[in-house]
């Protein structure tokens, strides 16, 4: 089955031109978004890092915009160099596999805390899981707005 959404007449470089955008302009958002979820998992979980742990659940809450704020700004590297690693794949074919896409985000991630050191808090592998899941779901959003081909 086709989808008949894909853009229609689109080269593959106008797609990579739209999905390397939209990687370093809607990544950012979903990792902010991301890092204040992770933020409030683990106050509720117990396993918070310094300066978070101990912290009531209202009191994150309250944390929830510096943080995710940060996040924003700093998920702007990992984010372009995401979209840098899926671009190869999309001038070539004109998709890219939601495998591939969480390869690249997690690779990402982990170049951009060698580039921009974070504080290690303990929860890196998770938020490296969090760079591969927001990876998959900005191809998502791009399959779902017809810049992409489905696999």
């Given amino acids: 089955m086709t989808d008949q959404r ?5 080269s593959n470089a106008q ?5 390397f955008l939209f990687y370093t302009l809607v990544g950012p958002f979903f990792g902010a978004v991301a890092a204040g979820l992770l933020l409030l998992i683990a ?12 912290m009531a659940i209202g009191d ?8 995710s704020v940060a996040a924003f ?8 160099l995401t979209g840098l690693g899926v671009l190869p794949m999309i001038l070539l074919t004109g998709t890219v596999g939601p495998i591939t896409a969480a390869v690249c985000g997690v690779l990402a991630f982990a170049i951009a805390v060698f580039m921009i050191p974070i504080a290690d808090t303990g929860l890196m592998a998770y938020m490296a899981f969090a760079a591969g899941l927001v990876a ?7 399959i779902g707005g017809g810049i992409l081909r489905r696999v």
């Fill in 136 to 142: 998959i779901l900005v191809r998502q959003v791009l």
């Fill in 73 to 80: 700004v700093w998920s702007a590297v990992p984010a372009t």
């Fill in 15 to 19: 797609r990579g031109i739209w999905a």
């Fill in 60 to 67: 994150a809450f309250r944390q929830i915009a510096p943080v």
């Fill in 6 to 10: 894909a853009a229609v007449g689109a």
């Fill in 43 to 54: 106050v509720a979980g117990g396993f918070a890092p310094q300066p978070f742990s101990g």
